[in-house]
């Protein structure tokens, strides 16, 4: 039988909340297509994952989360508890599993959240895809390391976070 929801126990007069492991493990997504289209086509969560050697292209320790690709696609992987992304470095070439799953206090979202990430190899670091602003605009290298040639015009101060900062670029006559 499949546990959808939470179910609470009441032992002693102590309330527990009992998540079950893999609420949906009946859905086990093992590529990076199809678990891009589960967050950000349907975002529909509650489903396991597990993906068998990719190449880690990224790794933003200040937000727990890094970047993977195997073949042509790419995904961003949440580390759970913020541990897991600071398991890898760019060029590690891992098996993760996890779950997808909501997230995010004041804005919900749904995002893939590695739980258990194994390193078998190493290799250099992937070089960035070269992007024209139309190729980038167009959201085809969603996840991808890409570098795009550009005049900085701008360097906006983010409104929620004065600790990021935004370039405003020009490339191919694009804002």
């Known amino acids: 039988m499949r546990v ?16 079950p492991p893999f609420a949906g493990a009946d859905t086990n997504i093992a590529d990076t297509a199809e678990l ?4 950000y086509g349907l975002r529909r969560t509650d489903a396991a994952f597990s993906l068998t050697n990719v190449t880690v292209v990224a790794v933003n ?13 790419a995904m961003i992987l949440h580390g759970a508890q913020g541990a897991a992304g600071r398991q890898v470095s760019a060029g ?23 739980t258990n990430v194994t390193v078998s190899a190493h290799r250099a670091p992937v070089a960035p895809l070269d ?7 167009s959201g085809a290298h969603d996840c991808h390391l890409v570098r795009l040639s550009g005049r900085v015009r701008d360097i906006v101060p983010d409104e929620i976070d004065r600790a990021y900062e935004f370039l405003v670029l020009i490339s191919d006559n694009q804002t």
């Open 4 to 19: 959808n929801a939470i179910r609470i126990l009441a032992a002693a007069g102590t309330l527990l909340l009992a998540f």
């Open 36 to 39: 891009s289209q589960w967050v």
């Open 61 to 73: 320790f200040n937000q727990a989360m890094f970047a993977v690709r195997d073949g042509s696609h």
């Open 92 to 114: 590690d070439i891992i098996d993760v599993s996890g779950l997808v799953r909501k997230g995010g206090q004041y804005t919900p979202f749904v995002a893939a959240y590695a």
């Open 131 to 137: 992007v024209t602003a139309e190729n980038f605009l």
